[in-house]
């Protein structure tokens, strides 16, 4: 099946060639596809870098939204590699920049109650009225007192794992739980709302259908940690704010001060309906896993990995059987970037290296190189979409629904470009690979959003709009199901998917 969707996605090679209207100065940057393969001005040159980026985006406060939709860059016949990390970096700085916001603190002057309305500056992404926080089936989260954001899950991607810290990171005893929440953009949720409408309400739209999110849909994912297990002398170089803190799911809250670790940036842009997914990690929480000498490795204590090596996947393995890794404190970046590799170098995919690679490492040269805050301790570690230039919106439709679990696909000739083993550190920590071991992971079985993230719903009905997990809970919390029926189906789901791809 795998060699059949192969050879009906195998596209004709496209020139590629984009001119830096992003420059600061006069200089070009080139991706060219030809007999031996892409090429690019060395992504180290100074004057190249200059390219990678707009000036625009930067003092931090001043970032503005990237274009997306029509007369934005992604509305062409033909794009380039470097759009796509472009539109990652600028949202993520978009999403990130401090906004004014205001408080209400009740207070008692002289015995009369009286509120002090208190303005402080937080990133865009936490201003509810900007950015909704949403449950995992699309509710709204109620917010609680003097916190910017409520914590209550635990659970990783897939893996049903949780993740938890070194100890001896901050030379002590306590591991702290690694906590996420959920936020969505208000088109996306007016949207799901409107096609819940159409689904479950009126039924004037099939559950079978070729309907997408539109343009400037936005979901986030964004794991955080109680700020106290991080050494006091390396707080200031992460992003610390007051969180609604519950260890019993919900019940009691504690108002704790916690530390953002990753965030996934997932948005819709136009000509592609599936999202364009990309991650970003804090810069120390874990080494890269080298492929030359078959080891993760780090000298000093990191967050996530306990210091000196580890080899193979065993610091990724959750067990469910005994609830723990095999071997603790040991999660690493099994890919850097999410670009695969062996110890010959880059594995031969739907799309040649190092073009890519180069992009993303320099991209994050040039952004770290501007910012002035501390969000250039974050780095961006890749994102992943598909080819559909040229396509029709039918045609972008038919890939993602017809194709459903096979969009992962990494082999030459299918669809997917970008980092083809995506995965986020502290969010797929436990499904960077389906394998039991590491030498048996190759081009046919890498892992990605796709993997999961299918046109394929719950129940087995297909559209893009599917894509999304939170908006097939929704649907399903709005046709009667329970959470605990929905997470079996979505556990069933991707049961399937990752059978499928570890054969």
Not at 97 to 120: F, R
Not at 318 to 326: C, E, G, L, R
Not at 359 to 367: L, P, Q, S, T
Not at 414 to 436: C, H, I, K, P, W
Request: charged share 15%; proline share 5%; hydrophobic share 40%.
């Amino acid at each position: 099946m795998k060699n059949f969707v192969a050879v009906i996605l195998k596209k004709t090679p496209v020139l590629l060639c984009y001119i830096g209207i992003f420059c600061a100065i006069s200089c070009t940057n080139i991706e060219k596809k030809g007999q031996t393969g892409y090429q690019t001005i060395d992504s180290g040159q100074t004057d190249t870098l200059s390219c990678l980026v707009s000036p625009s985006w930067f003092p931090h406060e001043n970032t503005p939204p990237p274009k997306e939709g029509i007369h934005s860059p992604f509305d062409a016949s033909e794009t380039t590699n470097l759009i796509f990390h472009q539109w990652s970096w600028q949202k993520f700085l978009w999403l990130t920049k401090p906004v004014d916001t205001i408080s209400l603190l009740p207070i008692l002057v002289q015995g009369t109650p009286e509120i002090l309305i208190l303005k402080s500056k937080i990133p865009l992404f936490l201003k509810q009225e900007q950015i909704h926080q949403v449950t995992s089936s699309m509710k709204k989260v109620p917010q609680q007192f003097g916190t910017t954001v409520v914590l209550t899950d635990t659970g990783q991607a897939g893996s049903g794992g949780v993740l938890k810290t070194n100890p001896a990171f901050n030379n002590a005893s306590n591991s702290a739980t690694v906590y996420y929440s959920i936020h969505v953009s208000p088109t996306m949720f007016k949207a799901a709302h409107a096609f819940k409408d159409s689904i479950v309400i009126e039924k004037t739209l099939d559950p079978n259908n070729s309907a997408s999110f539109p343009v400037s849909s936005l979901e986030l994912k964004v794991s955080w940690v109680d700020a106290s297990v991080i050494p006091s002398d390396q707080l200031s170089n992460y992003f610390i704010t007051v969180a609604a803190l519950s260890s019993d799911g919900g019940i009691t809250f504690t108002n704790t001060n916690v530390a953002l670790l990753g965030m996934h940036v997932v948005g819709v842009v136009e000509n592609h309906p599936e999202f364009i997914w990309a991650t970003f990690e804090h810069n120390d929480l874990a080494p890269n896993y080298n492929w030359k000498t078959n080891a993760a490795t780090s000298t000093t204590e990191k967050l996530l990995f306990k210091s000196t090596s580890t080899s193979g996947i065993d610091g990724i393995t959750w067990v469910d059987s005994t609830k723990a890794t095999i071997v603790p404190y040991k999660a690493f970046d099994l890919f850097q970037f999410g670009v695969p590799v062996n110890a010959d170098g880059y594995l031969e995919t739907s799309q040649s290296e190092p073009l890519n690679f180069n992009n993303i490492k320099g991209i994050n040269i040039c952004v770290k190189n501007n910012l002035k805050d501390v969000w250039a301790n974050y780095f961006y570690n890749g994102s992943i979409w598909l080819d559909t230039d040229g396509m029709s919106k039918q045609q972008q439709a038919n890939v993602i629904s017809g194709l459903r679990n096979c969009i992962a696909n990494a082999d030459v000739g299918s669809f997917a470009r970008g980092s083809l083993n995506s995965a986020n550190v502290t969010m797929e920590t436990y499904t960077q690979t389906f394998q039991d071991s590491i030498h048996k992971i190759d081009v046919g079985n890498l892992a990605s959003c796709f993997s999961c993230h299918s046109g394929e719903s719950y129940t087995g009905m297909s559209s893009p709009i599917y894509l999304s997990h939170i908006f097939n809970s929704f649907i399903l919390s709005e046709s009667g199901k329970t959470l605990d029926e929905i997470e079996l189906l979505k556990a069933k789901q991707e049961i399937e998917q990752i059978l499928q791809m570890m054969q």
